[in-house]
């Protein structure tokens, strides 16, 4: 089996369908079997597609209500809470290193560069060109916590490390820029939401879309010196960071990789001219020449740039627009899981993306029963083909959440599950005091399946067309 095809594979975030059901898909089970274990913490596969093959089948056991069926080790059951976090990179790297930690690398620079990459994001991309799908009160788009997780995503050397809930991310970074007979490692490491908290996670700002899609986060890796202090009161931190101290595959990649690789690069890195790499350019050089003032506007970031010979930096001409489905997607991710053959949400991960993220669907805490009302009221008078008018009367953040439900089923189930009724100036507090699991019924189980089928259907026309 490809990786193409993996790739392909019907699933809702870790969880395999196989005939519409949470189950795993005979030659996904047949190429897992190719992984041989090394050691207590290593596993050893002959192809990066038997080690996603592998990587999946296990992140599918996870979530499954199924004590029998026994987890590589670092592998937790995400009913209790827990959570895999997978990172790829070449095998020749002997430890897990933040960027800003590698030799020669000047860290004050770095952090000057950040802010200025944070500081003019904001300035070019407000609420008039990033339009989410609420109408929220102004905000800053990238946010004091971000402005570390912004920068590190787009190159500036940061204290974080990269992670994806999503295994095939990893094993994308894994392989990508290897040459067959090369060798890529993935390793993992569980987090723990039992209690509806972040965990030293750091999720993708609103605005960057491709951290989104990869399913990205980030954990925290101080450098040595700082670690070695903090390991005087958590000696276990130390341990952290040689490769060798991670649950871990190899795998070696062969030519069938390689070509694989190259046309998954779209579907994980987005569009090849991404509008973000001009400030990242202008952001490295205001680190060493600070503009005079202290806060950037969009004209002057153009004139700077201009100044300075960088690439031209381009005003927002089309209004960038919340995907709520890759929200979804990413909430999948997180919270999915299956029990008893039906499909549920997490409660844990799904409250620690609540608390941990910024987006519409996060007001859902406080709109669901307005919009659940709504549906209901829409579905006596029309109907389930309602239109987006039909909605009209209760505002545009409702109309378009109504919308947005109707075409995910995902969505209408996320609508109903919050029980939050508090919300400060940034995230959703939500209380886990009595809350009952959170479950699809069978139509919103069939209205989901069918599209994963259709997402892998697109996957496998998108990898077609690369080729």
């Avoid at 790297?93 to 500081?119: I, K, L, M, N, P």
């Avoid at 506007?297 to 960038?320: C, M, S, T, V």
């Avoid at 519409?360 to 008078?381: C, F, G, K, P, Q």
């Amino acid at each position: 089996m490809s990786l193409l095809e993996i790739a392909a594979t019907p699933r809702i975030g870790p969880v395999l369908l196989n005939e519409h059901l949470p189950g795993v898909p005979t030659r996904i089970a047949e190429a897992a079997e190719k992984v041989t274990r090394v050691s207590e913490l290593k596993w050893s596969a002959p192809s990066a597609a038997a080690a996603a093959a592998w990587l999946l089948r296990a992140g599918h056991a996870a979530s499954v209500d199924d004590d029998e069926t026994d987890l590589p080790a670092g592998m937790a059951r995400k009913k209790d809470g827990y959570v895999g976090a997978f990172r790829g990179q070449h095998a020749r790297y002997t430890e897990v290193t933040a960027s800003q930690c590698r030799s020669g690398v000047d860290r004050r620079r770095e952090r000057r560069a950040a802010d200025w990459f944070s500081h003019a994001l904001n300035a070019m991309y407000d609420l008039g060109s990033f339009t989410m799908v609420l109408p929220f009160p102004r905000m800053m788009l990238i946010s004091p916590i971000d402005y570390s997780v912004a920068p590190q995503h787009y190159g500036i050397r940061t204290m974080l490390t990269d992670w994806s809930f999503d295994p095939l991310v990893a094993v994308f970074f894994a392989a990508d820029k290897l040459q067959a007979g090369e060798t890529g490692v993935v390793l993992w490491q569980r987090c723990d939401y039992s209690a509806g908290e972040p965990d030293d996670t750091y999720f993708p700002p609103s605005l960057v879309k491709r951290l989104w899609i990869q399913r990205g986060l980030f954990r925290h890796h101080p450098c040595e010196e700082e670690a070695t202090e903090i390991a005087r009161y958590l000696p276990y931190v130390m341990e952290r960071y040689p490769v060798s101290s991670y649950p871990r595959v190899e795998f070696v990649v062969t030519p069938e990789d390689v070509t694989a690789i190259a046309a998954l690069r779209f579907l994980w890195l987005g569009e090849r001219t991404d509008p973000l790499h001009p400030i990242v350019q202008w952001a490295i050089c205001a680190a060493d020449e600070p503009p005079p003032v202290g806060y950037v506007n969009p004209g002057y970031l153009q004139e700077d740039a201009g100044r300075k010979g960088l690439p031209p930096i381009p005003l927002p001409n089309h209004p960038l627009r919340e995907n709520l489905t890759i929200t979804a997607d990413y909430a999948d991710s997180m919270a999915a899981q299956a029990s008893a053959g039906a499909l549920q949400y997490g409660q844990g991960p799904l409250y620690a993306f609540w608390r941990s993220t910024y987006t519409s669907l996060n007001a859902l805490t406080v709109l669901s029963r307005a919009i659940t009302s709504e549906l209901r009221s829409l579905d006596e008078r029309h109907g389930p083909s309602s239109s987006l008018a039909d909605a009209a009367e209760t505002g545009p953040g409702v109309a378009a959440l109504t919308s947005a439900a109707r075409s995910d089923a995902r969505v209408r189930l996320l609508a109903a599950s919050s029980p939050g009724r508090n919300a400060d100036s940034r995230w959703q507090l939500l209380r886990l005091d009595g809350v009952p699991p959170i479950s699809f019924s069978e139509s919103e189980q069939a209205a989901t399946t069918t599209r994963a089928e259709r997402r892998a259907r697109a996957v496998s026309r998108l990898i077609g067309a690369s080729r």
